[in-house]
C-alpha cells in the first residue's frame, strides 16, 4: 500500500460528460502529480501541484484542469470527454519537489468512455 | 527535448538468474534523476530505485541495481536472482529539475517474463 488514495477506481460514462478524479496523497506529501496511462500514449505526465500551487506542467489538455485543495488533495477534472480520454489515470505524491524524491503512485483510476 | 528509450519490449528470463533491463536517456539538463518503477498486472506502481545525475556509485535496493553509465546516458536495471514475482512491466524514467517543479518523463517500458 503506498498510502496514495485514489477514487474512484472505476468509472464508465460517455462521451461529452464531464467527470473529477480525487486523490489524496500520502501522509505529509506535499506534492501531487497527474499521469495518464494508455495503450498508445504511455505513460504521460499531465500535470504537479506542490501545496496548492501549480508546478510544473506536461501534455494535459486544455479540457483537463487540476487543483490542489488547502487539505492537500487533488482533484482531476476531465470534460467533454472524447473516446481517446479513456485511459487509466494515475496520481502520485511526494513529500517536496526535490529531484531525487520517489514519487509514490495510488491504484489509479481507470476511465472508460463509451 | 527529454527522451527516455526502452528498446526491448519484452524479456524472458530463467528463474534465478539475473536480468539487465535497458534504459538509454537524453538530456541536456546537468541536474536530474533517474527511477524504475515495476507495474504487475494489477495496474499499481511500485517504485525500486533511484539514481542521481551526480551521483559517484550506483544505486542498489536489495536485488534491484542500476548500472548507471553518464557518459552513455545509459540506467540499465539489473535484476538478480530473479522470482516468479518479478513478471511484471517495469518502467524507467527521468526527470529534469525545472524552475520549482519538474517534469517526469517515462520510457514505453519491458514487460518481463520470469520462468519456473
Known amino acids: 500500500d503506498s498510502g496514495v488514495t485514489q477514487t474512484p477506481k472505476h468509472l464508465i460514462t460517455a462521451t461529452g460528460q464531464r467527470v473529477t478524479l480525487r486523490c489524496s496523497p500520502r501522509?505529509?506529501?506535499?506534492?501531487v502529480y497527474w499521469y495518464q496511462q494508455s495503450l498508445d500514449q504511455g505513460l504521460q505526465f499531465l500535470i504537479q501541484?506542490?501545496?496548492?500551487?501549480?508546478?510544473a506542467k506536461g501534455n494535459i489538455l486544455e479540457r483537463f484542469s487540476a487543483q490542489q485543495f488547502p487539505d492537500l488533495h487533488s482533484e482531476l477534472n476531465l470534460s467533454s470527454l472524447e473516446l481517446g480520454d479513456s485511459a487509466l489515470y494515475f496520481c502520485a505524491s511526494s513529500v517536496g519537489t526535490a529531484e531525487d524524491e520517489p514519487q509514490h503512485f495510488g491504484d489509479g483510476t481507470r476511465l472508460s468512455i463509451l | 527535448a527529454q527522451k527516455i528509450t526502452q528498446t526491448q519490449p519484452g524479456m524472458f528470463v530463467q528463474e534465478k538468474e539475473a536480468v539487465t533491463l535497458d534504459c538509454t536517456y537524453d538530456t541536456s539538463d546537468p541536474s536530474y534523476g533517474l527511477f524504475w518503477y515495476k507495474q504487475p498486472s494489477s495496474g499499481e506502481m511500485i517504485f525500486l530505485i533511484y539514481q542521481g545525475s551526480y551521483d559517484q556509485q550506483n544505486a542498489t535496493e536489495g536485488r534491484y541495481s542500476l548500472n548507471f553509465q553518464k557518459a552513455r546516458k545509459s540506467a540499465n536495471l539489473v535484476i538478480s536472482a530473479s522470482q516468479l514475482g518479478d513478471s511484471a512491466m517495469y518502467f524507467c524514467?527521468?526527470?529534469?529539475?525545472?524552475?520549482?517543479?519538474?517534469?517526469?518523463?517515462f520510457g514505453a517500458g519491458t514487460r518481463l517474463f520470469v520462468k519456473a
Open positions: 501541484y506542490y501545496n496548492g500551487e501549480e508546478r
Open positions: 524514467a527521468m526527470r529534469e529539475v525545472n524552475t520549482g517543479g519538474f517534469k517526469t518523463i
Open positions: 501522509s505529509g506529501d506535499l506534492s
